[in-house]
């Protein structure tokens, strides 16, 4: 039985590269079980925001159990929180919520001035987000950055990114704007 108090989610490093293929092959056998498309990441890519220290892995005595990441456009003016999975041994246990607040405070601490933003067509992902203040946007609210636009060229909707205009897909755009949570 999975003790969800024993996860740990930890800000990645150079010593948790040995779990990249294991993350990569999570996401992607998830975006084919939803039937949605999804940004692919190369493991060079994702192995370079471990040793950053641009990731969070959730841990259960040393398995594998759940990820995310950041990544920096428009000159560190935006931020996206990417790639969330939650192993499927380890879901139906508030780890994503985690892993999720977890990326989303890393992100806050790193780039505190940044706008956050997340692209996601689940629910629970929206649920999640709004819960940290996001709220959803209109695509050209997001990045114009035309680097962070060719990552979506890899998902299978691309088609419809592009036919659109890059306003309109079948993702959400979610944001968090420090400037609208100024205390």
């Not at 629970?124 to 997001?142: C, D, Q």
Request: net charge neutral; hydrophobic share 40%; charged share 25%.
């Amino acid at each position: 039985m999975i003790k969800a108090e024993e996860i740990e989610i930890v800000v990645a490093s150079a010593e948790h590269v040995k779990y990249v293929d294991e993350v990569l092959d999570t996401i992607n056998r998830a975006a084919k079980v939803r039937g949605t498309g999804i940004a692919k990441r190369s493991p060079e890519y994702v192995k370079q925001k471990m040793i950053e220290g641009k990731a969070v892995l959730a841990l259960y005595h040393g398995q594998f159990a759940g990820f995310s990441y950041i990544e920096c456009w428009s000159n560190k003016t935006f931020v996206a929180n990417s790639g969330l999975i939650v192993n499927p041994e380890f879901r139906n246990l508030g780890l994503a919520k985690r892993i999720k607040r977890r990326i989303f405070d890393l992100s806050r601490e790193m780039f505190p001035e940044a706008k956050i933003f997340s692209l996601t067509t689940g629910e629970a992902v929206m649920k999640i987000n709004n819960e940290l203040g996001f709220r959803p946007v209109t695509f050209p609210s997001l990045t114009d950055d035309e680097a962070f636009w060719r990552g979506c060229e890899s998902c299978v909707n691309y088609d419809i990114l592009q036919r659109n205009g890059r306003h309109l897909c079948l993702c959400t755009g979610l944001l968090y704007d420090p400037a609208e949570h100024k205390e």
